[in-house]
């Protein structure tokens, strides 16, 4: 075979990424040296992002399976059963690194890249939504990044015409050298016709559809897989750019394939490109494949089978056709003005075989590449160990709030808390007429096109909880995507999610991990509310001037419910004077971790908050009776900044104010602003009634006040709504204006 480099060095081998044990695996595998082809695949492959080497032991610990999940992790997506001979398929994928060197395309081509992951399966996609960390606001290049972001996501979704439909934006110092934006798409299939992605058929034709391939995003996945350097701004050659509108052209033409019986396998070319999406439907189809490179549409002159394989450029798909569909499938393609190429062949060698100009450059047995990749258990330290490391321990002494009022004004205007709308405004929500609840509620709502039934779509994280103690913290973060999918009257079914970390290594950041996995599947068991798809995204951390170290822990979690009947929707907005407002749950005024006390005192200490997980699931299941019944008119979770920011959110978004009973609280801070989870707040018109229905469940709750009037006020409090107003929308106004 001849070799397509020069001599492969040690000093190669380490530029791929690849440890010195890792390349004995690969030397063993092959039974020979590799040339620069093989090198590159096996590094691409082998890689954090690609192979989950560092989290696929305890990934295995999560539950994932339900009577109505369809497919759990394993494809491009997850599928749940939504009734009706129809399918929920969604994921949550992360583009952190491109999106800190270059945010625009970083966040545009990560919505690009999941939009694919989801039409992949045969759905259309319905919802796009997204969950961001950027550092302090203040950093010198953090307005520059949150800019840059914000475009790419709107400039992305917007022109391939899928709505985005929520997410969530928070700030850390943490996240000063590594943001994370975390992109999720929804879609919905017939459960008759969902597409998988292995590869099945000796003789069957492979072909590449879509756009040509370039140079850009060579490497990405390897460069996704280590922690930054001082050479952050180097790496701009590995970040895709993206084209939203060929995206668009590439979603209709695959639906009109699939429409028809032609494919046997699909998968999009994601991550390492050519080489992830052939490897993966070759090993999961237990077949071989060959490739002839000479017949891969490229948009570079003199481009080499490396770079064609560890390409990472944006809207290409790779297809296993059934014998003889091939002129019709070109039609459709051709007829979309999109590339479409027959470059290979299902074969029954188990190998990958890449042919070009007539000789064989790659032949690497599948088996290793795809199923023996490495896996590690790093060693972690325990949970005790992990809080005399972390300096996380009670409350020495909780400070008193010496202005109930100018301490949630300070608040709503937080970068935490304030009002996201400029950067709402960026995105088209209401394309596809379906979306019943906008930005700013607990969950976003869609209705499934041309039926009553709606999904309920949730992110949620809550990473200062996960640092302090990552399973509390791992369990919280789970019951709030399931708090707020009720709260609109969702029934939760699935979550997807994305795991941002930082170094593996490190057996701090590994306890992290360990620990938010294991109070994630507990939740998961605990709630009825599996996992069924997700990402790993490690080594979240940075060396680079002025940056930070590493991020907090951050599982982003994506929850997805279901709505019968779309007209018994709630929203949070107070709807008119009069009505009762009842707290649901138990308040014992947690205020360790709290952003009160972080935004108020200065101070990031205390214990996380316990999360009760019977108390969730009752209280869950209480919220949405209540909706169902059309007991309650409106309806909040309470989370960040406790029950009166909660109130104040309602209050604004209903532009209604209300008097709120502070009367037996010793310290009025620990009732206004603690974080005490598994609680509601309500508004009803028959008070009597909902109080009872709690008793009778055994559920704490109690009327705190009624709606009316223009101000929040209390005997501790009396603070008008458009002080609220100006100080919750300030805050981007005034910093995007500087």
């Known amino acids: 075979m001849p070799n397509t480099a020069d001599t492969i060095t040690p000093a190669v081998v380490e530029a791929h990424g690849l440890s010195p044990e890792e390349y004995s695996h690969v030397l063993h595998a092959l039974g020979r040296e590799p040339n620069l082809v093989e090198l590159g695949i096996f590094s691409v492959m082998w890689s954090e992002h690609c192979s989950y080497k560092s989290s696929r032991l305890h990934l295995k610990k999560l539950p994932t399976e339900a009577p ?102 928070n700030f850390h110092p943490a996240y000063d050298g590594n943001i994370l934006v975390n992109a999720m ?12 992605c292995a590869a099945t058929g000796v003789g069957n034709p492979i072909v590449y559809v879509g756009s040509k391939t370039g140079r850009d995003g060579i490497h990405g996945a390897t460069m996704a897989s280590a922690d930054f350097g001082e050479d952050s701004e180097e790496k701009r050659p590995t970040v895709q750019v993206g084209d939203p509108f060929t995206e668009k052209l590439l979603i209709e033409a695959c639906l009109e394939l699939m429409a028809t019986d032609a494919i046997v396998a699909i998968q999009d070319m994601g991550a390492a490109g050519l080489t992830s999406s052939s490897v993966e439907m070759a090993s999961k189809g237990g077949a071989g494949i060959r490739l002839d490179m000479n017949q891969v549409p490229c948009r570079e002159e003199g481009m080499t089978p490396y770079e064609m394989m560890l390409s990472e450029s ?52 599948l088996a290793p590449l795809a199923d023996e990749a490495p896996e590690y258990d790093r060693p972690y330290i325990s949970k005790e160990e992990y809080a005399a490391w972390a300096g996380i ?24 808390l304030a009002s996201r709308s400029w950067i709402w405004q960026q995105y088209d929500s209401q394309v596809g007429a379906d979306t019943l609840q906008l930005s700013g509620g607990d969950a ?35 019951a709030e995507a399931y708090r707020n999918i009720s709260a609109v009257g969702g029934r939760p079914l699935a979550v997807t999610n994305c795991l941002n970390f930082a170094n593996p290594q490190r057996p701090e950041i590994m306890a992290q991990f360990v620990g938010c996995l294991e109070g994630m599947g507990d939740a998961c068991r605990a709630l009825d509310f599996p996992i069924v798809s997700g990402n790993v995204s490690l080594y979240n951390e ?62 990031e ?61 010793e310290n009025p801070a620990a009732f206004c602003f603690g974080e005490d989870q598994g609680r509601y707040l309500v508004t009803t018109r028959d008070a009597e009634a909902v109080l009872k229905a709690a008793e009778e469940q055994g559920i704490e709750a109690v009327q ?34 500087s």
């Open 68 to 169: 109505w999940v369809i497919q759990g992790p394993g494809e491009n997506a997850g599928v749940i059963d939504i009734g009706d001979g129809q399918a929920a398929i969604f994921k949550m994928e992360s583009h952190n690194h491109p999106s800190y060197i270059e945010p625009y395309q970083g966040a545009a081509t990560g919505v690009g890249g999941i939009l694919r992951d989801v039409f992949t399966m045969g759905a259309r996609p319905v919802a796009n939504m997204n969950a961001l960390r950027f550092g302090r606001p203040d950093h010198p290049k953090m307005k520059h990044l949150v800019k840059g972001v914000v475009s790419g996501i709107g400039g992305y979704g917007n022109c391939v015409g899928v709505p985005t439909v929520g997410g969530e934006t």
């Open 185 to 196: 798409t929804v879609g919905v299939a017939d459960t008759n016709k969902i597409f998988y």
């Open 314 to 365: 944006q809207e290409r798909m790779l297809m296993v056709l059934k014998p003889g569909k091939e002129a019709m499938a070109e039609a459709i393609f051709r007829k979309w003005e999109l590339d479409f190429a027959v470059i290979g062949e299902v074969t029954d060698t188990g190998h990958m075989v890449l042919e070009w100009n007539g000789e064989v450059v790659c032949d690497i047995p």
């Open 393 to 416: 321990s009670d409350l020495a002494e909780t400070p008193v709030s010496a202005d109930v009022g100018s301490d949630l004004l300070k608040l709503m205007g937080s970068a935490d």
């Open 444 to 478: 976003a709502v869609v209705r499934v096109h041309g039926t009553k039934k709606a999904l309920a779509i949730s992110t949620d994280c809550t990473p200062r909880y996960c640092y302090a103690n990552p399973y509390e913290g791992g369990k919280q973060a789970i």
């Open 542 to 603: 940075s060396k680079a001037t002025g940056g930070g170290s590493a991020i907090l822990p951050t599982p982003a979690i994506g929850g997805v419910g279901l709505l019968d009947d779309s007209a018994t929707m709630a929203t949070i907005a107070f709807k008119t004077e009069g009505e009762a407002l009842i707290l649901i749950g138990q308040t014992a005024g947690h205020l360790g971790q709290s952003l009160w006390l972080r935004e108020c005192h200065g101070r």
């Open 605 to 665: 200490e205390g214990l996380a908050p316990v999360v009760d997980l019977d108390a969730e699931r009752r209280h869950g299941e209480f919220i949405r009776r209540l909706i169902g019944n059309c007991a309650v008119t409106a309806v909040h979770d309470i989370s960040d900044g406790g029950a009166l920011v909660a109130i104040a959110e309602m209050a604004l978004a209903g532009n209604i104010g209300a008097q709120v009973t502070l009367s037996g609280a």
């Open 704 to 737: 705190i006040g009624t709606t009316g009037g223009v101000m929040i006020s209390g005997a501790s409090v009396a603070v008008p709504l458009a002080d609220l107003r100006e100080a919750s929308e300030s805050f981007f106004r005034d910093w995007m204006e």
